[in-house]
């Protein structure tokens, strides 16, 4: 065999390898990309979007920081929204709960532009400070919001997501609340909700897969 033939066979034996490399490539990266649900099958796994995206307007918030929480905290990012409250028995811890265990098994691209936020229907008991105490138990990045009754009550009523006091015979009192979990979008925008009960797996696939069909 030529020293030219030689140098032929490991070109092309280099230029094979290099295919199959970029094949492979392709491949994983292809199969590490959600998929694009339908509308159907989304609903199917709890989610409802909206064909258009809704603005909320205007607000003025206090977080558990006491900074202000104003519409740009909703922009560049993708918000998971609960409404909720620190004394509630149940629902609310395990929402919470449930939706550290989901921010932790976000790929850490997604993990990195999602943000939880709960907002307290309960602003008499629920101060900043008590926020401060609660919220960041579930995860030290999750954000606990409050404010005046009216303000709360309005923010509320742009994401479809009433609540409504309870009197108990003891004299004390709960929050009927809603426990969908709402998607705003990063330009701020009510673009849907997932309706409860939550299933983990479901809920990351098609957070996924509703993210993917937005950027596209």
């Given at each position: 065999?030529?020293?030219?033939t030689?140098r ?5 034996v280099?230029l094979?390898?290099?295919f ?5 490539v ?5 199969i590490?990309q ?6 159907t099958?989304m609903r ?9 995206p ?10 558990h ?20 409250f ?8 395990t929402?919470l709960?449930f ?5 932790e098994q ?7 532009d999602?943000?939880?936020v ?19 138990y ?5 954000i606990?919001?409050t ?5 709360v009550?309005g923010?509320?009523r ?6 409504r ?12 609340h809603?426990a ?8 701020g925008d009510f673009?849907g ?8 797996a ?6 996924r ?8």
């Amino acid at each position: 065999m030529t020293s030219q033939t030689r140098r032929n066979v490991w070109l092309t034996v280099a230029l094979v390898l290099l295919f199959i490399a970029v094949v492979l490539v392709s491949f994983v990266n292809r199969i590490q990309q959600p998929r694009i649900m339908s509308a159907t099958e989304m609903r199917a796994n709890g989610l409802f979007l909206f064909e258009t995206p809704r603005d909320p307007g205007d607000f003025s918030l206090i977080d558990h920081n006491e900074i202000a929480f104003i519409p740009e905290r909703l922009e560049g990012v993708w918000t998971l929204l609960f409404f909720g409250f620190t004394h509630c028995p149940d629902i609310c811890p395990t929402t919470l709960s449930f939706l550290a265990d989901l921010h932790e098994q976000l790929a850490s691209t997604e993990a990195k532009d999602t943000q939880v936020v709960m907002l307290s229907v309960d602003p008499a008991r629920d101060t900043p400070e008590r926020l401060a105490s609660y919220v960041p138990y579930f995860d030290p990045d999750f954000i606990g919001v409050t404010g005046e009754f009216i303000d709360v009550l309005g923010f509320s009523r742009s994401f479809n997501a009433p609540f409504r006091k309870v009197t108990l015979e003891d004299g004390s009192y709960q929050i009927d609340h809603s426990a969908n979990v709402v998607l705003v979008n990063p330009r701020g925008d009510f673009h849907g909700f997932f309706r409860a009960p939550l299933d983990l797996a479901k809920m990351k696939v098609t957070y996924r897969s509703a993210r993917a069909l937005w950027e596209r």
